[in-house]
């Protein structure tokens, strides 16, 4: 795969279980920068609960970046 631009995005979701509860958590990532742009963890396995979110998370995070705002953790 031939990647020459940012934001061409991989999305990955994976799962854990702790003490007998399924966490599922998404990963955005840009594979050009190989960053992880969004992610969000969920305790339910439904769009809107992880992909959606974490979407949301690196459609915020780029848009900062782009206009030059310094991040901090309560901006994302």
Not at 7 to 13: G, H, K, L, P, S
Not at 30 to 43: E, L, M, P
């Amino acid at each position: 795969m031939n990647i020459t631009a940012v934001d061409r995005v991989w999305t990955c979701i994976t799962y854990f279980e702790v003490e007998g509860i399924f966490y599922y958590i998404t990963f955005i990532i840009d594979n050009y920068s190989r960053r992880i742009v969004g992610h969000h963890t969920s305790a339910r396995l439904k769009t809107e609960h992880t992909s959606l979110r974490a979407l949301k998370m690196a459609y915020q995070m780029r848009y900062y970046l782009r206009a030059g705002v310094p991040l901090r953790r309560a901006e994302y």
